[in-house]
């Protein structure tokens, strides 16, 4: 199967560059299977995992928050504020976080915070969930 | 006749500090080298992100988008990135008296623009003059993570969309070379200098072209802010590193006078004591 080149930068370095056939990704618009000689596309993405199946049959899963994806017949990219791929989660600071999280949404909150919390548990539920493998 | 005992003594004060400002430069030598190495890491996400930038803000020309349009000024705001401690040379003070230069010649009252500061020296300068400091941050690490900078780069973007303020500027040490780094002004917002990307892949739009710059305005903004904050790091740790040569070296120099000093004060001390004992000799005779 044609493979394609992916790369997921965040501001802090590449986390991610690596040759595979399919890219599952997560955009705010619902969710988008990319295979290589795509045509070029642009769209932001939800918080969530990102899959990318390798020529070899494995799968590779890496947690995203945001950003967007940019795609290209050769090569697509994604660029995020922040992503990690699973092996590489620090898991424990995930749980602090969601804790953290679920406490402030408790104590409702103006807008802004309320919003916030929300985001930020997204996040920490996110990097758990992809740690563990039950995406 | 000069005091031997306070010559030694600043020489050995002397020394002290010597090893003080030598430890210090070498500190900075590798805090630079990550530095480098961090700003570097950064540049392929920045070229990306300007790459696409590009090719949108050309493809959906007059969005409308309130990110991309200049809008009337009643409030500018100044995003003065500098250091959390001294001993740095000219690094924050260049800065500061551009700041403040640029200030005194554009505005009348200090209605006219806030100040967000990076840095505890540039908080303390500008709270101590009465500027308007509206946001602040400070400890920053020395290799400051894009978690680290969110929170300053989302308000600086959150306050020109809520219109607290019309307009951004960023003040900043561009790191040149290890030993030369220059003032840089920089205009974030609105974006309106944002170069069509050379690139003619003409991109499907995802929901929307206009959904996407919702997106990814912010996010460009943002990392022009931490691009920023790196290369000011950078020319932070430069600076020090240079001052606490310049230092070092004067240390030395001091050293090498005293002991001069030192040297010709034991002499004429011995060649008096020889006089006298030889005066006193002659006297017995």
């Known amino acids: 199967m044609k493979t394609v080149k992916v790369n997921i930068v965040t501001p802090d370095g590449s986390v991610y560059d690596s040759e595979v056939t399919m890219v599952i990704a997560k955009t705010t618009s619902g969710e988008i299977g990319v295979l290589a000689g795509h045509i070029p596309m642009v769209a932001p993405l939800a918080i969530g995992a990102v899959k990318l199946k390798k020529a070899d049959g494995t799968t590779e899963v890496a947690a995203v928050s945001g950003g967007f994806i940019e795609v290209r017949p050769e090569k697509i990219s994604i660029l995020a504020p922040s992503a990690e791929v699973a092996a590489s989660i620090d898991i424990a600071r995930a749980k602090e976080a969601l804790a953290r999280a679920e406490g402030r949404l408790q104590k409702k909150q103006d807008d802004i915070d309320f919003k916030r919390a929300e985001l930020s548990l997204n996040r920490a539920m996110n990097r758990i969930n992809v740690h563990e ?3 | 006749m000069v005091n031997l005992r306070e010559i030694k003594g600043r020489i050995n004060s002397t020394k002290s500090t010597k090893q003080i400002t030598k430890a210090m430069q070498m500190v900075s030598s590798s805090k630079l080298r990550r530095a480098e190495q961090n700003a570097k890491a950064y540049v392929p996400y920045m070229e990306k992100i300007q790459e696409v930038v590009g090719a949108i803000a050309a493809g959906t020309k007059d969005s409308g988008h309130p990110m991309l349009m200049s ?6 705001a100044y995003l003065v990135i500098g250091s959390d401690s001294g001993l740095a040379g000219a690094y924050n003070s260049s800065i500061l008296r551009e700041v403040q230069n640029t200030i005194i010649k554009r505005h009348k009252s200090t209605d006219e623009y806030v100040i967000l500061a990076v840095g505890r020296v540039v908080r303390d300068y500008f709270v101590k003059r009465g500027h308007n400091v509206i946001a602040d941050v400070i400890g920053l690490p020395d290799q400051p993570s894009f978690a680290d900078i969110k929170e ?31 003032v840089t002004v920089k205009k974030v917002l609105p974006l309106t200098d944002i170069a069509p990307s050379s690139n003619d892949a003409s991109y499907e739009f995802e929901p929307s072209g206009e959904a996407i710059l919702e997106v990814l305005l912010p996010q460009y903004a943002e990392s022009l802010i931490y691009g920023a904050i790196l290369d000011g790091k950078a020319s932070e740790h430069s ?19 005293l002991s001069l000093q030192y040297n010709r004060a034991r002499q004429a ?3 008096q004591e020889i006089t006298e004992i030889v005066g006193g000799a002659a006297a017995l005779e």
């Open chain 1, 133 to 135: 493998g039950n995406i």
């Open chain 2, 152 to 182: 300053i780069a989302r308000n600086a973007v959150g306050m020109f969309i809520d219109g607290t303020y019309d307009e951004l500027y960023m003040y900043y040490n561009h790191f040149v070379s290890a030993i030369q780094n220059e």
């Open chain 2, 269 to 271: 001390a011995i060649t």
């Open chain 2, 71 to 76: 809008r009337p000024v009643k409030k500018t």
């Open chain 2, 239 to 257: 600076a020090r590193m240079t001052a606490m040569k310049n230092a070092t070296d004067n240390a030395n120099d001091l050293i090498a006078d």
